[in-house]
């Protein structure tokens, strides 16, 4: 090969100055020593293990961004769920509630919106005790 050991050189000044490159040794031994460490056994399961860290990592952000996203979805259904009152109310002589009267179109649009609730809370709950986050994954769809 005719550059063969050109890639460790440093050159000063311009080609047409003719100034011969200076050869570094320190830093032809550096990267000598690095090619040497690269090529030996240890340093594939250093590679591995970099790699392995990088992708839980990726992999616990990822699971951690859907976390926060049925929490938000949450929050904001039991929201929509308080939103949903009933459609006359009858009140005792103190002010305490007495009864609450829905109409059947109020009832269906109010369990509709618990089992959303309920649906975001199972998926919640199967991600935090079992590390099943397929529902969650559907929910942030």
């Known amino acids: 090969m005719e550059n063969e050991g050109t890639e460790n050189v ?3 000044g311009k080609e047409e100055d003719n100034v011969q490159p200076v ?7 550096l990267q000598d ?15 591995r293990k ?7 990592e990726e992999e616990v952000t990822n699971r951690a961004d859907l976390l926060t996203q049925a929490l938000a979805k949450r929050k ?3 929201r929509e769920l308080e939103k949903i009152r009933p459609d006359h109310c009858t009140f005792n002589e103190d ?7 829905w109409s059947k179109a109020k009832l269906d649009e109010r369990a509709k919106a618990q089992k959303i609730l309920s649906k975001i809370d199972k998926a919640i709950n199967a991600a935090v005790q079992n590390a099943d986050y397929e529902g969650l994954k559907k929910i942030a769809q």
């Open 76 to 78: 904001a259904q039991s």
């Open 10 to 12: 440093t050159e000063i």
């Open 95 to 101: 002010g305490t509630l007495a009864n609450r009267y």
């Open 23 to 29: 050869k570094n040794p320190e830093a032809i031994k």
């Open 50 to 56: 970099r790699v392995v860290e990088a992708l839980v």
């Open 33 to 47: 020593d690095v090619k040497e460490a690269i090529k030996s056994e240890q340093s594939a399961g250093i590679i």
